[in-house]
């Protein structure tokens, strides 16, 4: 048996009429998720940027059980400047971070956290990358309004769950980010 620790509790994600449900974006901690299925019935789970479960393809865990699984790896940045545009924001990364200077990649999703100017906060929510160079990392978003960007701010991948009852009643699927800590 594994010791946890919990890092962060995610809302559990109930759905209902057999149909899939997605969570709310949460930033990755440690990419190792607990899920519980409750009594009600067994569920099928699927994770990424836009996920939607589906039976027979997804990670199903069976009703009143969990199951622990690494979904991601945690990662992150720290961005210096952005480039505002009316469809892409550009987000920059120091030039001392060698080379390339972050780890992210076109498809994940990233939110930013941290900046003096909130509107960056809000705007960089859940965002697909959209393009990567050594040392900036673009999403679309028309950020041509939001006052210049000062300081530093930390961009991290983002995730969401989906969560489907076996059948074509309801579950609720409980997810728990953890981190393993003995056992």
Known sequence: MSVLKVVQNISAVA???GN??????VIVRSGIYRFTADASDAIHVAWGGNPTAVDGNDFHIPKENSEIVKCATPKKVRI??????ATNTVMNIPLDTGTPGHPFAVGDYVT???SSVAAYNTGIAHLAVTAVTDTSITVALDSSAYAAFTGTAT?????KFSVKPDGNGAATGHITEVQIVGG
């Open 15 to 17: 759905c209902t009429g």
């Open 112 to 114: 930013l956290t941290g």
């Open 80 to 85: 210096t400047s952005i480039t505002k545009g």
């Open 155 to 159: 961009l991290s991948n983002s995730i």
């Open 20 to 25: 899939a449900v997605q969570s709310a974006a």
